[in-house]
């Protein structure tokens, strides 16, 4: 089958940085898109930037100036580039492998990772 595994985040202080990585791992064909969202106590799970198979990029309002999104397809990976961190950053940040092409499946579905924690405080 199919893992997506997400690494790095942690406790930040506001200001800072820090950088997520996400690794798809199986017998991958092809991923189509690759993305990160997040999720804060007591809120929904919010996009934050994605990127396609084309590089083409979308980043939320909210963090655009201040987080970088890249992917490395001969790994399956992909990175979370975040600077100028603010309290309200503060969520468990999930990665989504989007359009999965795999083993000898017919079509295409979606995977989650179980998210890393970042918390951004003094």
């Known amino acids: 089958q199919v893992q997506v595994e997400e690494s790095g985040g942690g406790l930040v202080e506001p200001g800072g940085s820090s950088r997520l990585s996400c690794e798809v791992s199986?017998?991958?064909?092809?991923?189509?898109?690759m993305g990160w969202f997040r999720q804060a106590p007591g809120k929904q799970r919010e996009f934050v930037a994605d990127?396609?198979?084309?590089?083409?990029?979308t980043y939320a309002d909210s963090v655009k100036g201040r987080f970088t999104i890249s992917r490395d397809n001969a790994k399956n990976a992909a990175y979370l580039q975040m600077n100028s961190l603010k309290p309200e950053d503060t969520a468990v940040y999930y990665c989504?492998?989007?359009?999965?092409?795999?083993?000898?499946?017919?079509?295409?579905?979606?995977?989650w990772g179980q998210g890393t924690q970042v918390t951004v405080s003094s």
């Open positions: 989504k492998a989007a359009g999965v092409w795999y083993g000898s499946s017919y079509t295409s579905r979606d995977f």
């Open positions: 199986g017998r991958i064909n092809m991923i189509n898109g």
């Open positions: 990127i396609n198979s084309r590089s083409e990029i």
